[in-house]
């Protein structure tokens, strides 16, 4: 059973309403309050506040490249080549200049820590007549911004790194599959064709480091027609080197905080032994070889997300990924933690209209690159934005199952009965988790015995959307 790279599954225009359900019942915040919207209103109309020298870039060509439909851009790319190298341009949104520290807009931004999406609408983190506006990277206009320059040797290695307040402006906002599409026929322009060279050098600059990237397929659900679809989606290229210069500016950012001593960092610890063997004894099971000389990550990148048992083993290879979090650190902690997958330090910076903790790293980053102090305000709130991340983080998954449950069950609530095509992906004890082939479902079958990466045939034995509950059970033929 090979997936296809988009796989999807309609659902009528009802569902819409369980979407409220899951909003009320996981505190999913709705409108802000009047202050709060007070507040932005005053910030857009005033504009940004003068929080520091800002130098005129508007000269550097940048693009946006984002999700279809995106207004909340928090980055816009450039680059250009060098005689010895490359030049990446990233610009951030500046936050800070539109956010008082300590105004209601702040405040709010602290309690809920990060944008929330559902298919039917964001609960952002900002208003959007700031995160959708005048703090967002739009192409129409100037745009206050943190632009990073980073020189980059032949091999993609950084080689010289400065951050700065600048006044920008997007040349265009641009969407992954569009620029898959132009790079695909040779007709996208210089500096994307430049984004995938540098994003496959970085691709092996975190091979060599010991650094690994889990692209799998995701399952997602979508505005399709009148209703909505659940999609299977396999991430396109043009993600993965994009996302490879959001990784190159975290990197570059911890290592400005590492010479600093004091940073706010992104913390993975290293994959635990026992999980690791448990892998390779998959691995074994499943038929896929692990040679004792390869490490993990080696292994990893020469596996296809699309092939059924190869996602079976990248689901299993994404459990041992365990305890990402965020940690305040001082010099005389000792070491700045690691980011295992990441394979260095490592710092969120790249996403301040949607995450709360990269608005006070940017701060922190600026200020040691410039020689001076940090913002009272970002050290007195260093210490708490672990946990407030952490709470967030974990608020916004349970969101993101309760969405892709409650579509799963609406889905084949009319469908007990048929046989699905299946792969076990995963065990849980004395349970198998097992991926349908059409409809894109992820679903647990209590009680099976079903070998990690058997393809088989299941019943549906019961959907019912008002408790929750998904049932299968193996088909006659398939019995053990």
Do not use: C
């Not at 105004?103 to 208003?127: F, I, K, M, N």
């Not at 020689?371 to 993101?400: F, I, K, N, T, Y």
């Not at 892709?404 to 069950?409: A, L, M, S």
């Amino acid at each position: 059973m090979r997936a296809p790279a988009v796989s999807i599954a309609p659902v009528g225009p009802a569902v819409a309403g369980t979407f409220a359900g899951i909003r009320t019942r996981l505190g999913v915040p709705s409108a802000f309050p009047p202050e709060v919207d007070a507040d932005a209103q005053a910030a857009a109309a005033r504009g940004p506040r003068d929080v520091g020298p800002r130098a005129d870039r508007t000269a550097v060509d940048l693009v946006t490249i984002d999700p279809t439909g995106s207004r909340d851009l928090d980055q816009a790319y450039g680059s250009e080549r060098l005689p010895d190298g490359y030049r990446v341009f990233y610009a951030i949104a500046d936050v800070a200049a539109w956010v008082d520290a300590g105004g209601p807009v702040d405040r709010e931004a602290r309690a809920r820590g990060e944008t929330l999406y559902l298919p039917d609408g964001r609960a952002p983190l900002h208003p959007d007549v700031l995160g959708e506006g005048a703090a967002s990277l739009l192409p129409d206009g100037d745009r206050p911004a943190l632009l990073w320059t980073v020189d980059l040797d032949p091999a993609g290695t950084a080689v010289q790194t400065r951050v700065e307040r600048a006044t920008v402006r997007s040349r265009a906002a641009l969407d992954y599959a569009s620029v898959q599409r132009d790079l695909d026929a040779g007709t996208a322009p210089v500096a994307l064709q430049l984004l995938r060279e540098i994003g496959r050098l970085r691709l092996q600059q975190e091979a060599a480091r010991g650094g690994v990237s889990l692209d799998l397929p995701s399952q997602e659900v979508v505005p399709r027609g009148p209703g909505y679809a659940l999609e299977w989606r396999a991430p396109l290229p043009v993600e993965s080197w994009n996302a490879q210069i959001s990784l190159l500016t975290g990197i570059e950012a911890a290592r400005i905080m590492t010479a600093g001593g004091l940073g706010i960092f992104r913390s993975l610890p290293p994959v635990d032994q026992f999980l690791l063997d448990r892998l390779r004894r998959s691995a074994h099971t499943l038929g896929i070889r692990w040679p004792g000389t390869m490490s993990y990550p080696e292994v990893v990148r020469k596996l296809d997300a699309h092939d059924p048992v190869h996602a079976a083993f990248l689901t299993q290879a994404a459990h041992v990924l365990r305890g990402a979090g965020y940690v305040a650190w001082r010099r005389g902690d000792g070491d700045p933690p690691m980011h295992s997958a990441v394979a260095s330090t490592y710092a969120h910076v790249t996403a301040p209209l949607r995450r709360l903790v990269d608005r006070f790293g940017n701060e922190l980053v600026v200020a040691q690159f410039e020689g001076r102090d940090a913002p009272a305000w970002v050290l007195d709130a260093l210490d708490e934005q672990p946990s407030l991340m952490a709470a967030a983080d974990r608020h916004a998954h349970e969101v993101e199952r309760a969405v892709v449950d409650r579509v799963e069950q609406l889905l084949l609530s009319t469908r007990v009965g048929e046989t699905f095509a299946a792969t076990v992906v995963d065990r849980h004890k004395a349970d198998a988790v097992i991926q349908l082939q059409d409809p894109p479902v992820v679903a647990t079958m209590h009680g099976s015995p079903a070998e990690l990466g058997r393809e088989l045939h299941v019943v549906l034995t019961a959907a019912d959307p008002d408790a929750g509950t998904l049932e299968f059970a193996l088909a006659g033929s398939e019995a053990p």
